[in-house]
């Protein structure tokens, strides 16, 4: 079989998808027009060349700048209805995806309207048989305060989400700043999970680990630079949801050749391969996998063991008997 007729017939968790990143410019000049919104480019074509980023905080502005045609309950309905059939099309039978409210809070829409929007399309979703969990993201760049503003303005809705993560510009906002409104989030019952390692130090893993107590590691590809570290990941098991066509993109690798999935599962660590921000990167979880197989030369033993991974690392028990 081909290696990526392989991947296709394999059931697959994603567990690092951005719901904003699957925003597709074809669906951004829509609702631009839909919402008056002006766009800096000029057509699809000037959006694709734009989508060259030197790192992390080049890639968030654009995402940033993109969202802001996100209005109303119908736009946010749009995206994710895209974004859930695009997944499920990858035999994708679990999602757990990631939002960022303050994004959408701060420029005046209203959680009520963000919150039926997805949930709509999540209802949807399961009907054709993919299960959708959502994950509400505290922006980093932001204040401790701010973050505790958004899990408060998530209360009525606390049951469509099934944890909180930690993202947007990584270097200079350690996890520990979180460290109160996260010991919050698990009172209240929300599994945790983070972004580290990304473009920040493995002290950023430790970090999310011993002081946020996180379940999950987002990315975590620097934590290969800490012995000590590695023997803790393979220890507890704490899952790793990398992206590899992300890390290409954010030039957090020079090449797929030197990506760490590899040396990761050789090392015994429960990785995960995702999509991150697929509008954004080039590709879905399949293309993530088929890419990163050709540059590391992985085996259907290892692309098995991959999409296995995904189901022990999800919040949620997915069915990963389904064909
Ligand atoms: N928000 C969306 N994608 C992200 C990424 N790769 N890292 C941090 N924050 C993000
Ligand atoms: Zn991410």
């Known amino acids: 079989m081909d290696r990526r007729d392989f991947i296709q017939q394999l059931p697959?968790?994603?567990?690092?998808?951005?719901?904003?990143?699957?925003?597709?410019p074809a669906m951004m000049f829509d609702l631009a027009r839909r919402n008056g919104v002006e766009l800096p480019y000029a057509?699809?074509?000037?959006?694709?060349?734009?989508?060259?980023?030197?790192?992390?905080?080049?890639?968030?502005?654009l995402y940033y700048a993109g969202m802001g045609v996100l209005r109303t309950a119908s736009d946010f309905f749009a995206l994710a209805d895209a974004c859930f059939r695009r997944v499920g099309a990858d035999n994708v039978t679990h999602l757990e995806c990631f939002v960022d409210?303050?994004?959408?809070?701060?420029?005046?829409?209203?959680?009520?309207?963000?919150?039926?929007?997805?949930?709509?399309?999540?209802?949807?979703?399961?009907?054709?048989?993919?299960?959708?969990?959502?994950?509400?993201?505290?922006?980093?760049h932001l204040s401790e305060r701010e973050a505790f503003g958004a899990l408060e303005d998530a209360a009525p809705y606390q049951g469509n989400f099934i944890g909180v993560g930690l993202?947007?510009?990584?270097?200079?906002?350690?996890?520990?700043?979180?460290?109160?409104?996260?010991?919050a989030a698990r009172d209240l019952g929300f599994r945790l999970t983070a972004h580290a390692g990304e473009e920040g130090p493995a002290e950023y893993v430790w970090e999310a680990l011993d002081v946020l107590g996180v379940e999950r590691i987002d990315h975590g590809n620097r934590a290969l630079e800490d012995d000590a570290l590695v023997a803790r990941l393979r220890r507890d098991q704490v899952p790793l949801t990398l992206c590899p066509l992300s890390n290409l993109k954010l030039r957090v690798v020079p090449d797929l050749r030197a990506h760490p999935l590899k040396r990761m599962l050789d090392l015994g660590l429960l990785a995960t391969v995702n999509s991150d921000d697929p509008a954004y990167f080039g590709g879905y979880v399949n293309d993530n996998y088929v890419r990163a197989a050709a540059a590391l030369d992985l085996g259907e033993a290892e692309l098995a063991a991959l999409a296995a991974n995904s189901f022990k690392a999800a919040f949620r028990a997915g069915d990963d008997s389904a064909g």
């Open 12 to 24: 697959k968790a994603e567990l690092h998808l951005h719901i904003e990143g699957s925003l597709e």
């Open 43 to 61: 057509d699809v074509a000037e959006v694709r060349t734009a989508y060259e980023f030197a790192g992390l905080q080049d890639f968030l502005d």
């Open 101 to 140: 409210p303050q994004a959408h809070l701060g420029r005046g829409v209203r959680f009520e309207d963000l919150m039926q929007g997805l949930d709509a399309a999540v209802r949807q979703a399961a009907g054709r048989g993919l299960e959708v969990s959502l994950i509400l993201c505290f922006l980093r």
């Open 167 to 183: 993202d947007s510009s990584e270097l200079g906002h350690p996890p520990g700043k979180f460290r109160n409104v996260f010991a």
